[in-house]
């Protein structure tokens, strides 16, 4: 019996797709940067499916590439080219299988979408606190396989920070069940550690218990332009302070990014008068009624205005003016679309070393890449910045595309010299899992390697990602 | 040259053991209920003498011991009786290697003592949120290595989310230097996870990048009396809520200890006129001045008087009364040590089925024990009870304590059903590591053993604990 009949035992007709026009959206990623074969996309609907599914591809010796949401942006959920290989899809395993806003935990099957379970917990007067901006289509499976990151971290942590509990299909098919929703648990290595941020390549995450908080209730958002980057420190550490280390997001935006916005992004708007080297956009948030959170942020605002560390401000007076606000930073985003090319890097350094890093790794892409325009913002209160490189003016975008593999390494290797990550919220996938090589220490890929034979001695979970 | 030569060549004379009187304190736990042998004690100063020594017993066949202030609850620094290993101190590596106030880091190698690296983070107006019993003698290796827990754990977390990066003695002697101190870092398996938690099983922690927090300068804290156990799940909830969750300390006291703590603990009292069933110390803490977190806490407590969640209140007015109410939680803790046997278990269960799991549990350990004293507290806020029985009056201790393997298994069998764990934050060692076998499926020890055999494939790092 062939492989797709013997597919066919297991799944629906409609889960089984080998149709070139039923496979082709789950053969690439979203930006059509990779583009990849399989023998079929199987889209089980629970997790004993799954399980006879990988215990098939194990037996014949295929590979089986995990896939959520299919939103990253690293490659990592599109199969390799050879076509010996079985996308499986966790799409239609959505449920929520349960809350326990007593104990603060939900569980979730992993092809919910990240707004479900945000919407699920807001229903149970609680918070899911990832937040990103594919949250409307990504999924748990991929948050969790990816350690998606996204503006709360700064308070609440990524997305392995949040999970209490996973059940995972292991490469043989087997399943571990651990769907513990416990707060302390010290019987043994913490398994669960190691498929969060795996990309798949040890195991099919298909469940997970993940960690509620409050819901907050009230919210102060201000936008402010700083009068240098090294200001920024001693301003988040004030906001730290006043806020009760309730500061939510702490995000960079740079003038360039604002004029872009304004200029490709109709609704985009400039908050103040005068222009300005560069902005933060700030949030901190309370679970209690009556906060005063709005009046906490305006009094630290203030005193830091007094002391030089912000020249202007302004803070949201109601939601509407708060959504407003947040409008710009997903502006920003969307303004990189403009017209030309763009490399891009999702770099982490020490949060006190931001500044200087960003001065130096602006400096060497001026020099390396002559009227390269830096669009640098982030998640500044993470240490984590997208520091990314549109072309010169009147650059074909070709030629400058030509050149991601030497300007990567200019930036890279400023990263490394702070002691930074070159991928710190998108994961390696196929993006950057050479180029890691030139960073890390090879005894970590030993490491690794070792785990990955260790847990998958066929090699049949995701195979070139990662590692 | 025999190993102890080899050893003198690494050392300095003072920083080898062997004489029986020198070795005795390692070689047995501070309860005296573990007791083993070595070859030698070493007290290796730097992480390339322990390279040396870890290289030097890998390629012997001796294994080794690491042991940190060996205040273990689960005999986990205590070496095996055969005598074929060496405890490796880490009580000369004790010095804070940088501290980073404006990233929110310290730098620690693994021998310094836990209140060291709190006093350390407080002189750079930080917080390191850190806080148990045995906080004056406990080395950070050890906290790290048994992912300690404590009285902070509801808003601060474990000391796995406590650890940014990590420097590790493999087991063959080479050193992984993972100490990043980086907020996001997606850049394949997260290894330090793999020896947070570990019990030296793996590899040697010789030194640790650490997070650090605003530091609190107020604090509210109480003493209520509860109506039902029931009760604490809603005031749990509405105090995460009306904190901004900054609820740091919720803990249990039942009666039996209060009373046994003034029975037998100078300066030990009675807070209110009546006697309650239950109690709660509960402590709210703000970085921000001029909090008003007494005020919060007040309101909020009255709230829930009003709502019958609580039926007595004691809110400390200045620093000298939260320290008698404290005194009070650490006093149940020393007042264990009246005369008479105890039989410990350190259990956790969903929080929100804390209520029913003692009630189960009382029952059963009474039925199984008739005159038992059942005497169950802590850290009701994250789930993780000391369930702990007193022999009945007039039982010979040692009647009681042989009674231990079989009140274990009644107790656990309840946490099991709860689906709980058996070792919430003290770890397994060789206390609960053949117990636990009993609680979680093969296939998690499967992955465990095929991780340890991966690592340290000659088995030389902490035989017989975990595993």
Known sequence: MSILERLAEILEPSDLLTEASDTAPYLTDWRKL????????????????????????????????????????????????????????????????????????????AGCVLQQVQEAAAKADRLFPLSLSAEGSCRIGGNLSTNAGGIAVLRYGNMRDLALGLEVVLPDG?????????????????????????????????????????????????????PSLEATLELLGRLRAASGDSLTSFELIPRVALEMAIA???????PFPDPHEAYLLIE?????????????????????????????????????????????????????????????????????????????????????QPGVLVYAFGHLGDGNI??????????????FTAQTHRLNRVVHDIVARYHGSISAEHGLGQLRNEEVRRYKPAIEFELMQKIKAALDPKGIMNPGKVL
Chains 1, 2 share one sequence.
């Open 174 to 226: 087997r399943i571990w069940n651990g769907l513990r929703a416990l707060r302390k648990d010290n019987t043994g290595y913490d398994l669960k550690q190691l498929f969060i941020g795996a990309e798949g390549t040890l195991g099919v995450i298909t469940a997970a218990v993940l960690k509620l908080f409050p819901r907050p209730r009230e919210r102060a958002c201000a936008f402010v332009a700083v």
């Open 386 to 399: 997208h520091f990314n490189l549109m072309q010169p003016k009147g650059m074909k975008p070709e030629d």
């Open 34 to 109: 990779y583009r990849g074969q399989a023998l079929a996309v199987v889209r089980p609907r629970d997790t004993g499916q799954v399980s006879r599914i990988v215990a098939l591809a194990s037996e014949a010796g295929i590979s089986i590439v995990p896939q959520g949401g299919n939103t990253g942006l690293a490659g990592a959920g599109v199969p390799p080219s050879n076509g010996n290989n079985l996308v499986l899809s966790l799409e239609r395993m959505n449920k929520i299988r349960s809350i326990d806003p007593a104990n603060y935990t939900i569980t979730v099957e």
């Open 264 to 270: 490709h992004v109709p609704g985009s708007f400039d």
């Open 284 to 368: 901190m948030t309370s679970s209690r009624e009556n906060s005063g959170v709005t009046t906490i942020a305006e009094e630290a605002l203030t005193a830091a205005m007094e002391a030089g560390l912000i020249t202007e401000a302004t803070i949201a007076q109601n939601e509407a003016q708060a959504k407003a606000l947040w409008f710009l930073r997903e502006a920003i985003v969307e303004a990189q679309k403009a017209p030309g090319a763009c490399i891009k890097h999702d770099v982490a350094v020490p949060v006190a070393a931001v500044p200087a890093f960003l001065k130096e790794a602006r400096q060497a892409a001026e020099a390396a």
